[in-house]
């Protein structure tokens, strides 16, 4: 389990394997949130919005061409 030390300033490193997890970078933001059990929880506060490529699947699939005309054809018969 990755660690750190507190320096007399308040400041930590966060390790390697962290930073990687996360993707953080040099000046990127943290979120620390206190829970109520007592656990923290540390959240980049800013983040690549490319990163979110792909992390919801569209639910609908797309339509073959045949189900298109069919649908045009429905639509053309009931006017």
């Given amino acids: 389990m990755p660690s750190s030390i507190i320096t007399s300033k308040g400041q930590i490193t ?3 394997e962290v ?3 996360l ?3 040099t000046g990127d933001r943290l979120t620390f949130r206190l829970r109520e059990d007592g ?3 540390l959240q980049p506060e800013t983040f ?3 990163a979110l490529c792909g992390i919801i699947k569209p639910s609908i699939r797309g339509v073959t061409v045949e189900q ?3 649908a045009i054809r429905k639509a053309g018969s009931s006017q």
Avoid: S, W
């Fill in 23 to 25: 993707g953080l970078e």
């Fill in 68 to 70: 298109m005309n069919a």
């Fill in 14 to 16: 966060i390790p390697k």
């Fill in 48 to 50: 690549d919005v490319f």
């Fill in 19 to 21: 930073r990687d997890t």
């Fill in 39 to 41: 656990v923290v929880e």
